[in-house]
């Protein structure tokens, strides 16, 4: 069966330091990966998604950025964080050519 | 562009009361929809998901029908319990990009 972890599940970061999220996915093979953000409160914004390694579409400019080094590898990285980065991380996948998209546990990151 | 809109929330409801949060969208094409569920502190859980016309979807007594002629997905419960308090979030699927709703808050006292 497929599962997907990702961590830290929890982070606290100050102002202008850097930021590594990592999700990984086990199971299946050259799966779609998303990685959305969720203000308190908030529905769903989606940041980056990916069809496969080295593929990385973004749909919202910000001081994030995503990679894929790996074919169920998906990192989500900041040079420097802004307290408006703050929120709750869930990394996602998908396996074409099915349509359903499972999410991982989140992590939470407040930035102080 | 595709879209989807939900009700506001929060709703709350007495244990065994019906159920209902509307989901309208917008889409070019012939789009997959779905319902999801997340607990507090919790990642997305899919509840149910529909991919064409006329289909409906179910799972743990909930419910949902595919209507091509109002664009709706709309979900609901006979009865529900306190262990349904939620947050609940109308998605569509259209190619390799998921839209969804703003989310539904659900809290169902005893």
């Known amino acids: 069966s497929q599962t997907i972890h990702q961590w830290p599940a929890t982070l606290v970061q100050p102002v202008g330091s850097p930021l590594s999220l990592e999700c990984t996915v086990e199971?299946?093979?050259?799966?779609?990966l998303y990685w959305y953000r969720q203000a308190a409160g908030r529905g769903l914004q989606l940041l980056f998604y990916?069809?496969?390694?080295?593929?990385i579409s973004s749909e919202v400019p910000q001081n994030l950025s995503a990679s894929r080094p790996q074919d169920r590898q998906f990192i989500l990285s900041s040079k420097k964080l802004l307290l408006s980065d703050s929120g709750f991380y869930l990394c996602a996948w998908r396996a074409p050519p099915y349509n359903e998209q499972f999410f991982g546990p989140g992590t939470r990151l407040t930035v102080l | 562009g595709d879209s989807v809109t939900q009700m506001e929330g929060p709703v709350t409801l007495s244990e065994e009361a019906f159920l209902t949060i509307n989901c309208t969208y917008t889409?070019?094409?012939?789009?997959?929809l779905f319902w999801y569920v997340q607990y507090p502190g919790e990642g997305l859980q899919l509840l149910l998901k529909a991919t064409k016309a006329d289909d409906k979807g179910s799972n743990k007594g909930f419910e949902a029908t595919y209507r091509k002629e109002t664009t709706s997905f709309h979900l609901e419960k006979g009865s529900v319990q306190v262990s349904d308090s939620a947050v609940y979030f109308c998605?569509?699927?259209?190619?390799?990009?998921?839209?969804f709703g703003t989310g539904t808050s659900l809290t169902v006292i005893p």
């Open positions: 199971g299946t093979s050259n799966p779609n």
């Open positions: 998605a569509l699927n259209a190619g390799n990009q998921f839209y």
């Open positions: 889409a070019t094409g012939y789009p997959s």
């Open positions: 990916s069809v496969g390694i080295g593929q």
